[in-house]
């Protein structure tokens, strides 16, 4: 039973770059959240997506986009990229519904120079 | 807005002594409170969580115990271990969210031997 898996692990990129990370959700879960998590710091929700819509947002700028594929899969888009973006990129996923329990993936550290 | 405090920032104990973590936090509405374990470059994961329903839940040397009146939760872990050593995470569902998460920030704790 495959769990969270995300890609990929690490990336350095400039100033003003965009960037796309992916998200594969635990088998069986159809729903994606994403959570960035500065050093130190806890998780922050970005954004949820489910039945290829983003369901819930987070207080996170336009520049962060993202869409969900048939088969659940996630992507996280940035535009722009600022020094600030600089963080652990967390997917989580979990069953639609009610509030159940989210389980994250190992998370793609994105370095912005 | 929504927020969820977290102490200490710091705990530091002996092999084989208890650790408790407390939290807080804002949103009434929250019914969802769940600890996380991060272990250094790793992702976050769940050790326990407990509903607004129950007042505590235990998993072998792990419990939480919740306090609906007063807002505040906390995890206690007895007859630590080194490798209890992590940074723990609690969290509160936001309100009329489907499951996400806004998150305390972070208990660095460290068994020593």
């Known amino acids: 039973d495959a769990g969270v898996t995300q890609s990929p692990t690490h990336l350095i990129k400039t100033r003003g770059q965009q960037v796309t990370l992916r998200c594969s959700p635990k088998?069986?879960?159809?729903?994606v959240s994403w959570y960035q998590q500065a050093l130190g710091q806890g998780p922050q929700f970005i954004f949820q997506?489910?039945?290829?819509?983003?369901?819930q947002r987070g207080n996170f700028p336009d520049r962060f986009s993202g869409h969900q594929f048939p088969n659940y899969s996630s992507e996280l888009n940035v535009n722009a990229l600022l020094l600030g973006d600089s963080a652990l990129y967390l997917c989580?996923?979990?069953?639609?519904?009610?509030?159940?329990?989210?389980?994250f993936g190992p998370g793609t550290r994105l370095t912005v120079t | 807005g929504e927020n969820v405090e977290q102490h200490p920032s710091t705990l530091s104990v002996q092999e084989g002594d208890s650790a408790v973590i407390k939290c807080t936090y804002s949103?009434?509405?929250?019914?969802?409170f769940p600890w996380y374990k991060q272990e250094l470059g790793k992702r976050p994961q769940l050790i326990i969580d407990?509903?607004?329903?129950?007042g505590e839940k235990k998993d072998q040397r792990i419990a939480v115990t919740l306090n609906k009146t007063a807002k505040h939760f906390s995890l206690h872990i007895t007859e630590t271990q080194p490798e209890d050593s992590a940074v723990y995470f609690c969290?509160?569902?936001?309100?009329?969210?489907?499951?996400?998460?806004?998150f305390g920030k972070g208990t660095k704790l460290s068994v020593k031997p």
């Open positions: 088998s069986g879960h159809d729903t």
């Open positions: 969290a509160a569902s936001i309100r009329g969210s489907q499951g996400n998460l806004i």
């Open positions: 407990i509903r607004s329903n129950v």
């Open positions: 989580a996923s979990s069953l639609a519904g009610s509030v159940n329990e989210q389980y």
């Open positions: 997506y489910y039945e290829e819509e983003e369901r």
């Open positions: 949103d009434s509405a929250s019914n969802y």
